[in-house]
């Protein structure tokens, strides 16, 4: 097989996505150890959550119209670079000033990954294979759930949690020679410019596309951010059953990678009124079927997929209405994602200090309704 006719370099990136997905969200599933050591409260962890997110916020346009004519492996290649070194300086952290200092160096080699992974996925795909290509970085993401998350969970009960932040670096470095060895030169063909940014922002599609994501985020980190200490205290489950709650979580995303490659666009409607109904309905249903272990479970698993459903029908939907600076609207959807995902955990880190945990399901699920709102409007033509 041609190198062109070759996945191999897609299942490369797929490897970064996992890794960059498994560090973002590492802190959820070692929260608690972290606070344990560095003597804070869990609302002070989660911030950290936030802090991450607002960088990627803030900095995936300006780093991206920085870079937005470098050749793209050599780009891909810095950032892993920035990943691993970052990593190396949060296992050796000496408290936490020193961390939240390394998680805004991950976070800005974050800000650009995202912005670029999935269009530069379709590039280097076999003709044939762009929408296959799409899934497997949505299914990286996934596995970094499954797989990524639990393991860092894992990791940090048995080891410390600094042993979680130098795998996840270990696992970056790999990533990086693999690029080296076998990743193509990608020309960047971009003719973006500074000037283009008004009419981008004039794009009311793009526009609406946004601010839905935004919502279903808001909604959605409001409860997942806080989801090992809610299943530890609301639902009294032991440390290990929650380990296994979480991988039943990520293996609901990889499920909704497939359905998107076997039914989208052919039922893109489908897919868009299931997943708006299910999101809100299941955040809301978390607080009363706690008291089951298996409604637990597969309230978990809906929520894996309607809201990794989503994710893809919005990108996808992205790259239709915005053909000519698509890495520059991705960067705009990456840093807005993390916008959501920083208030999230600010809004839930607040409820828990004010209401407490428990309170988290009702808030997070009305939020995701409104972007179920919005979801479904963009549908209806």
């Known amino acids: 097989m041609s190198k062109s006719e070759s996945l191999f370099p897609v299942m490369i990136l797929t490897v970064a996505a996992f890794v960059f997905n498994a560090s973002e969200f590492a802190p959820i599933g070692i929260l608690s150890s972290i606070a344990a050591d560095l003597s804070r409260t869990e609302s002070e962890i989660g911030f950290l959550i936030s802090v991450y997110a607002w960088v990627v916020m803030i900095m995936s346009l300006p780093l991206m119209v920085v ?24 296992g050796f952290a000496s408290g936490y000033g020193m961390l939240m200092v390394s998680r805004v160096g991950v976070a800005c080699s974050h800000a650009i990954f995202w912005s670029i992974a999935t269009p530069l996925a379709v590039k280097v795909a076999p003709r044939g294979k762009k929408s296959t290509a799409m899934a497997l970085i949505v299914a990286g993401s996934s596995v970094a759930q499954i797989l ?28 990086m020679a693999m690029l080296c060895l076998f990743f193509p030169q990608v020309k960047n063909d971009s003719d973006f410019s500074i000037r283009h940014l008004p009419r981008i922002f004039r794009n009311q599609r793009l526009l609406m596309i946004y601010i839905t994501i935004i919502a279903f985020v808001l909604g959605h980190f409001t ?22 709650v979480l991988i039943m979580f990520g293996i609901a995303g990889i499920a909704a990678s497939f359905l998107f490659s076997a039914f989208y666009p052919g039922r893109r409607r489908l897919l868009v009124y299931a997943s708006s109904f299910f999101l809100p309905f299941v955040i809301c249903m978390l607080q009363f079927v706690k008291v089951s272990l298996w409604g637990t479970v597969i ?33 705009l959807y990456s840093g807005l994602y993390n916008l959501g995902i920083g208030g999230g955990a600010a809004i839930g880190g607040y409820i828990c200090d004010k209401s407490g945990i428990g309170a988290i399901c009702t808030f997070g699920a009305v939020i995701a309704l409104a972007g179920s709102a919005m979801f479904i409007s963009q549908y209806r033509k």
């Not at 940090?156 to 696992?171: D, E, N, S, V």
């Not at 409860?223 to 296994?244: R, W």
């Not at 994710?311 to 939907?317: E, P």
Request: charged letters at 15%.
């Open 67 to 90: 870079f937005s004519r470098m050749e793209y492996k050599r780009l891909m290649i810095g950032v892993l670079a920035l990943f691993t070194a970052s990593h190396a300086l949060s």
């Open 299 to 331: 309230t978990c698993i809906v929520w894996g997929t309607a809201m990794t459903l989503i994710n893809m029908i919005l990108q996808a939907r992205l790259m239709k209405v915005e053909r000519r600076a698509t890495t520059i609207a991705m960067s």
């Open 148 to 175: 990524g998350m639990p393991l860092c969970r894992v990791v940090g009960l048995a080891m410390g949690w600094r042993y979680t932040f130098l795998l996840l670096g270990a696992i970056a470095a790999v990533a």
């Open 223 to 244: 409860v997942y951010s806080y989801i090992e200490p809610y299943l530890l205290n609301e639902a009294a489950m032991d440390a290990h059953i929650v380990t296994g």
